[in-house]
């Protein structure tokens, strides 16, 4: 799902695409890892493989050495997933300068299933560069209070 530069952002942040996440896209480097998580999830949402895999640690968990098949198991991800939302819930320093946390929910469903997920990412600066190094999943509040279901019993 390729995104048009009047397109409000899929981050969600209500701006166009083009005073949003493409600035980061097209090379300016974000200065806070908040503003990180929202590129990624636009990249993500828009099929940009290429910004995914430039923003992810050499070093991290995630970080995958065949680049071609990594590519396109993020296209294939992007593909079938709608993406519902992003919402920012928490952020940290680390346990120096150049390390951040950032916790955040995303909405998504992939097949008519609902595939949320609540992370807690860690962020490493690295030569100046924020990059996405790991996370955690969290379980998710809604989960706890039985709103997963809460469709079905309408
Ligand atoms: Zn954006």
Redesign the pocket.
């Known amino acids: 799902m390729k995104i048009l530069p009047n397109e409000p ?3 969600g ?1 209500g ?1 166009k ?1 083009k005073k ?2 493409r600035i980061f896209h097209g090379g300016t480097e974000p200065q806070k890892p908040e503003d990180l998580v ?2 990624r999830y ?1 990249a993500y949402a828009s099929g940009n493989a290429q910004y995914i895999v430039h923003t992810t640690h050499p070093k991290g968990a995630h970080f995958q050495s065949d680049m071609d098949r990594w590519k396109s198991e993020i296209l294939r991800f992007s593909k079938v997933t709608e993406f519902l939302g992003l919402e920012i819930q928490n952020s940290e320093s680390g346990s120096n300068d150049d390390e951040f946390w950032v916790t955040f929910h995303v909405e998504l469903q992939q097949f008519d299933k609902d595939a949320s997920f609540t992370e807690r990412s860690r962020f490493r600066r690295e030569e100046g560069r924020w990059l996405y190094y790991d996370g955690e999943l969290l379980k998710d509040a809604s989960e706890e209070k039985g709103e997963a279901n809460a469709e079905s019993s309408v």
């Open positions: 952002c899929r981050c942040s701006v695409y949003c996440c929202k590129a636009c």
